[in-house]
């Protein structure tokens, strides 16, 4: 099943992002896929805003990844955010323990998950951001 939406400014964006997120549950693996400029950060600042924590968001870039601690409804949440860009081997994942951390009681987003088609198998979802003119960005969703 794909859903599709067509964002027309990056608050467009995160609200799409905060209407998903809000059915995640602990455990989900979502692949953030896109170009650079689609609006990744955008729809991630949407979702760490669920659980807020976008307090905390910082791009992961030469980081590698973040976690992030927040609540929602009251209960504690953990959100791992991944971002693979200047990662080149799967080897490269494998030394930092990539899969085990994909595999918890906690969410992760993984931004550019696409470039590993070794771990699609992992994710419950796939979102893909695209130009699509302008400030308006293609928002896909499937899983």
Not at 38 to 44: D, I, S, V
Not at 100 to 116: A, C
Request: hydrophobic share 35%.
């Amino acid at each position: 099943m794909i859903r599709e939406f067509l964002s027309g400014s990056p608050d467009a964006t995160r609200d799409y992002a905060r209407q998903f997120a809000s059915a995640l549950q602990p455990g989900d693996i979502i692949c953030l896929a896109g170009e650079l400029g689609a609006g990744k950060t955008e729809f991630m600042r949407g979702v760490a805003e669920v659980f807020n924590c976008d307090d905390q968001l910082s791009s992961p870039t030469f980081a590698l990844f973040n976690i992030y601690h927040g609540s929602r409804q009251g209960k504690p949440v953990t959100l791992h955010h991944f971002d693979l860009y200047r990662i080149e081997q799967p080897g490269e994942l494998e030394t930092i323990g990539f899969g085990d951390y994909l595999s918890g009681p906690w969410i992760s987003v993984v931004e550019w998950g696409e470039k590993f088609p070794e771990y699609r198998t992992m994710y419950t979802r796939t979102v893909t951001l695209c130009h699509a003119g302008g400030d308006n960005r293609l928002i896909q969703i499937t899983g």
